[in-house]
């Protein structure tokens, strides 16, 4: 285990809006350790050393509380300020050696698709089921020379050793297609405006005939 993901922790005791403050304005992150059954731990973490642990994807962190055994643990809700993108608060669920645990993955794509088309990335994340103490932070779907209507689902992915899909097997996640100019558009408006129109007029021919 890397010495960047190891965290000291200490316990708290005090809570409110106005402790979390002083606790982040002396570079020290407010956190709750909970999993197993166990009664939640409420912690206080080093702030800039837990900032960078997160910088991985689903990064196990051993975190030791004043002087107990090590405990390992993955962050599953990390609140920031929505201005500053300052971390203020972090949910942190215990894991142990052997065990699964459902997260999400990042969806990364390589190559190119086949020239003229381009690619829509509809689903930037996948659920998947994996061992905790080997994650994966992402998995890779290449779009080498895929054509125009192509598509790539969940199910059609290849995940990491030991890893299952969580999700929807049908759910789409990439799509290949060739993009349409303003003139198409509006031909395709100019389209379906005349089969309006010659809707509404067999219509209006058809009542006028049933009178």
């Known amino acids: 285990m890397?010495?960047?993901?190891?965290?000291?922790?200490?316990?708290?005791?005090?809570?409110g809006k106005g402790f979390a403050r002083r606790a982040r304005a002396a570079g020290k992150i407010p956190a709750v350790l909970y999993g197993h059954g166990g009664a939640p731990a409420h912690v206080l973490l080093p702030g800039h050393q837990t900032m960078m642990a997160l910088k991985h994807q689903n990064a196990l962190l051993t975190i030791t509380v004043e002087g107990e055994e090590p405990v390992l643990a993955i962050a599953k809700d990390v609140q920031r300020?929505?201005?500053?993108?300052?971390?203020?608060h972090i949910d942190l669920l215990l894991v142990r050696k052997g065990e699964k645990i459902t997260v999400d993955v990042s969806v990364h794509l390589e190559g190119e698709s086949y020239p003229g088309t381009i690619h829509v990335l509809e689903i930037s994340s996948l659920?998947?089921?994996?061992?905790?103490?080997?994650?994966?932070?992402?998995?890779?779907?290449?779009?080498e020379g895929?054509?125009?209507?192509?598509?790539?689902?969940?199910?059609?992915?290849a995940l990491p050793k030991g890893s299952e899909l969580?999700?929807?097997?049908?759910q789409l996640i990439v799509a290949i297609t060739?993009?349409?100019?303003?003139?198409?558009?509006?031909?395709?408006?100019?389209?379906?405006?005349?089969?309006?129109v010659a809707a509404s007029a067999a219509e209006a021919a058809a009542a006028e005939a049933d009178a």
């Open 2 to 15: 890397s010495d960047k993901l190891k965290l000291a922790a200490e316990s708290r005791t005090q809570f």
């Open 81 to 88: 300020d929505p201005v500053q993108q300052i971390i203020e």
């Open 127 to 143: 659920s998947i089921l994996a061992e905790a103490t080997h994650l994966p932070d992402s998995v890779t779907v290449s779009i």
């Open 146 to 157: 895929l054509e125009d209507g192509a598509k790539i689902t969940a199910g059609e992915i």
């Open 166 to 170: 969580a999700g929807d097997a049908d």
């Open 178 to 196: 060739v993009p349409r100019s303003a003139a198409d558009d509006e031909a395709a408006d100019a389209a379906v405006a005349a089969e309006a």
